[in-house]
């Protein structure tokens, strides 16, 4: 088979069909990049032509309540800001840290209605017209497989508004409020995502967070997922295939039982099998190869151990690579700790397994 752009190779994963490598998407934080150019990675060289990863064309629009943003407090070591969503974080300035949520003005439903108004007020700058018309024809090309994403779900309203344990309570003692909340974050991102399409923009699939598990176990019920947020994931998959668009959801953490459930409202990828919270690749291609396509499953855990994730690889890639339908990426993002010499070993063998 002749060699194939990401954009084709991409469109005929997701269909299942033959390729002529494997697809390999992936990111890498901040300080592996940074470590890399220490360890002889040139300064302007992106990482994903240097390792031969496949490169993206990838949006989101805004449908944040554009809560006031501003720096409360900054030290040599973090800063305490609003954000956008409304919640105060400090945010330390070591490279890959992770925010620290200290409070947040939307954190139940007595605030909800001025949230809501405020996400539902639009305005065109809601859509960085000039990012796309600097990046777009990029994208076109490189042939880029051309990403839409969405912001809605239980993931981004806990993580960057409410509050988590204020979203899980919600759910079981105020159901009306939680579905508002979806429901608001989905119809917004959609409108913004139409203005795009509209103004002659086009994506070949639409891409969306919502991590609904951690170790061993999802954090609701199947039964309580089918009441209060399938019927927003089915929303958002039917408008992308009426669009003609696949349809990718990230969800960390052990999803394992929600699975027969997005099967049945049409999603086409998943990603990232996060393999250190329960998750059996083998297990999943074996039930639902047929069905459903698949991103990630290599446990980011043994990035930095060649000794450990290269047999990883070797037992995992044949597997799901078979009958097409996956793409290479590590279980969630390639950490720190991996050496450029590492790295190297990882992407050789990627490429040599993923041959077919």
């Known amino acids: 088979m002749?060699?194939?752009?990401?954009?084709?190779?991409?469109?005929?994963?997701?269909?299942?069909?033959?390729?002529?490598?494997?697809?390999m998407i992936d990111s890498a934080w901040a300080g592996t990049v940074a470590r890399w150019k220490?360890?002889?990675?040139?300064?302007?060289v992106d990482w994903k032509d240097y390792f031969g990863f496949d490169k993206i064309g990838a949006y989101m629009p805004d449908n944040s309540p554009r809560y006031e943003q501003k720096v409360l407090e900054e030290t040599d070591r973090y800063r305490i800001v609003t954000t956008k969503w409304g919640q105060t974080q400090k945010v330390f300035k070591a490279l890959d840290s992770t925010p620290e949520v200290l409070d947040c003005y939307y954190c139940d439903s007595d605030r909800w209605?001025?949230?809501?108004?405020?996400?539902?007020?639009?305005?065109?700058?809601?859509?960085?017209?000039?990012?796309?018309?600097?990046?777009?024809?990029?994208?076109?090309?490189?042939?880029?497989?051309?990403?839409?994403?969405?912001w809605f779900g239980f993931d981004v309203a806990h993580s960057h508004m409410i509050g988590t344990e204020n979203v899980l309570i919600g759910m079981i003692e105020e159901p009306e409020w939680f579905t508002d909340v979806v429901d608001t974050y989905l119809t917004t991102t959609l409108h913004q995502a139409q203005k795009m399409l509209d103004a002659g923009y086009r994506f070949d699939g639409i891409f969306?967070?919502?991590?609904?598990?951690?170790k061993g176990t999802p954090f609701f019920s199947p039964d309580m997922y089918r009441e209060l947020l399938k019927p927003f994931h089915k929303k958002a998959i039917d408008w992308a295939h009426e669009r003609g668009m696949?349809?990718?959801?990230?969800?960390?953490g052990f999803?394992?039982?929600?699975?027969?459930?997005?099967?049945?409202?049409?999603?086409?990828?998943?990603?990232?099998?996060e393999i250190k919270a329960g998750m059996d690749p083998k297990k999943l291609k074996d039930t639902y190869g047929d069905k459903l396509a698949f991103h990630g499953g290599i446990n980011a855990q043994l990035w930095d151990k060649p000794e450990l994730v290269l047999p990883e690889m070797e037992r995992i890639i044949p597997m799901m690579k078979q009958g097409g339908g996956y793409v290479f990426a590590s279980d969630h993002s390639i950490p720190n700790s991996v050496s450029l010499e590492t790295m190297k070993q990882i992407s050789d063998l990627a490429h040599k397994l993923g041959k077919y």
């Not at 002749?2 to 697809?23: A, I, N």
């Not at 220490?38 to 302007?44: A, D, L, T, V």
């Not at 639009?122 to 490189?142: M, Q």
């Not at 696949?246 to 960390?252: G, T």
Request: hydrophobic share 35%; with cysteine; glycine share 4%.
């Open 113 to 150: 209605e001025e949230a809501k108004a405020k996400m539902r007020q639009d305005a065109d700058d809601r859509v960085n017209w000039e990012t796309l018309k600097r990046d777009y024809p990029v994208w076109e090309k490189e042939q880029r497989y051309r990403r839409l994403e969405l």
């Open 208 to 214: 969306w967070y919502d991590d609904m598990g951690y």
């Open 2 to 23: 002749k060699e194939l752009t990401s954009r084709e190779r991409m469109l005929r994963t997701f269909r299942h069909e033959e390729v002529d490598r494997m697809m």
């Open 255 to 273: 999803i394992e039982p929600l699975i027969p459930d997005l099967v049945d409202i049409g999603l086409d990828m998943l990603n990232p099998l």
């Open 38 to 44: 220490r360890e002889g990675m040139p300064e302007n």
């Open 246 to 252: 696949f349809a990718e959801l990230h969800s960390c």
